[in-house]
């Protein structure tokens, strides 16, 4: 069974993040430049909240008027479900799945070591079930 560490492993820690007055066009601009679809607000070493691309068409939907040059903090989600690195990829699908959300921050003692999309787990879970089909085609024919 494989567990978030292990995904944290291959990808490494890195996180992007903003501080909650980080204008919403900022975000927006330093997602793109980094190629990711969310972003962490942090206060410190406070998890504020999570920024996404959804959270942003949401706040739009809801608002028309609203305005890209407002704080992120108008726009994020918060409070922010969490995970460890102990806990099972199974388990973190399952959570994304039943909250409907793409991304969850990795945290241990309170810290963030980092985050994982839905697109990580799914890319684990399909490269863990290559390698059973590889072991099982293996034994069959051997």
């Known amino acids: 069974m494989q567990l978030i560490k292990d995904i944290l492993k291959l990808k490494g820690n890195d996180f992007l993040s903003v ?3 980080t204008s919403v066009c900022q975000a927006l601009k330093l997602m793109m430049d980094q190629g990711v679809g969310s972003t962490l607000v942090v206060d410190g070493e406070e998890l504020r909240g999570l920024f ?3 959270d942003c068409a949401k706040q739009m939907a809801d608002d028309c008027s609203a305005s890209l040059d407002a704080p992120i903090e108008n726009f994020m989600s918060s409070p922010v479900l969490c995970t460890r690195p102990d806990q099972s990829i199974n388990e973190c699908m399952a959570l994304m ?5 793409r991304h969850l921050p990795v945290i241990t003692d309170g810290k963030i070591v980092g985050i994982v ?3 990580d787990l ?4 399909i490269s863990e079930q290559q390698f059973v089909i590889e072991q099982l085609e293996h ?4």
């Not at 799945?97 to 959300?101: A, G, N, V, Y």
């Not at 799914?122 to 879970?125: F, G, I, Q, R, W």
């Not at 034994?139 to 051997?142: E, L, P, R």
Request: proline share 0%; aromatic share 4%.
């Open 52 to 54: 996404s691309e959804r």
């Open 97 to 101: 799945t039943d909250k409907r959300i």
């Open 117 to 119: 999309s839905i697109g």
């Open 122 to 125: 799914v890319k684990a879970v």
């Open 19 to 21: 501080t909650s007055d």
């Open 139 to 142: 034994y069959i024919a051997s």
